[in-house]
């Protein structure tokens, strides 16, 4: 099969996860093989396998994690989102696992305002990857994927017990 066909070819794929499960999203992109997106499921109906090799390694590495909180991710993903979410994005990846930053903490960081961080937090393509739940509220928790509540905070409570960052 020709490169070219290939273009803008889209593989999805729903592993199982502790607290419910994942959608993996593959695209060609440039003819490359990316992550495009990493959703979570707060609920599992069905897995369904991956398709292709990036699928199989992106849910052995999150498998990886799931067995052990401070494995590395190196998957290929493609760039998303504007200059300033990518900046939050990054100063999110150097948390490291076990701790968090409140909102005021990043956002002074990178010199911007929390609302702003948490916007960004909320448009993150690679939950999990780029490790949104370790930014916290000043008061508690905070929200989670564009949450104030529901679901999601099960998730987000789930992965810091995971890296004991917050206990019982």
């Not at 929200?143 to 004991?164: C, D, S, T, V």
């Amino acid at each position: 099969m020709l490169k070219s066909s290939l273009t803008g070819y889209i593989q999805h794929c729903v592993i199982r996860a502790p607290f419910g499960g994942l959608r993996i999203r593959t695209e060609i992109v440039d003819a490359s093989l990316m992550i495009t997106q990493v959703q979570y499921l707060t609920h599992l109906d069905k897995v369904s396998r991956p398709l292709n090799e990036l699928a199989k390694d992106a849910k052995e590495q999150m498998e990886a994690y799931f067995d052990d909180p401070h494995f590395l991710f190196d998957l290929p993903m493609k760039a998303q989102g504007s200059a300033f979410q990518q900046r939050v994005w990054s100063a999110i990846q150097s948390i490291p696992v076990g701790q968090t930053k409140s909102y005021g903490e990043l956002a002074t960081q990178i010199k911007s305002g929390p609302r702003a961080v948490g916007s960004a937090c909320a448009a993150n393509h690679y939950p999990l990857i780029i490790p949104c739940h370790r930014v916290l509220s000043k008061a508690g928790l905070g929200g989670f994927m564009g949450e104030a509540n529901g679901p999601h905070l099960r998730i987000k409570q789930w992965l810091l017990r995971h890296e004991n960052a917050i206990k019982d």
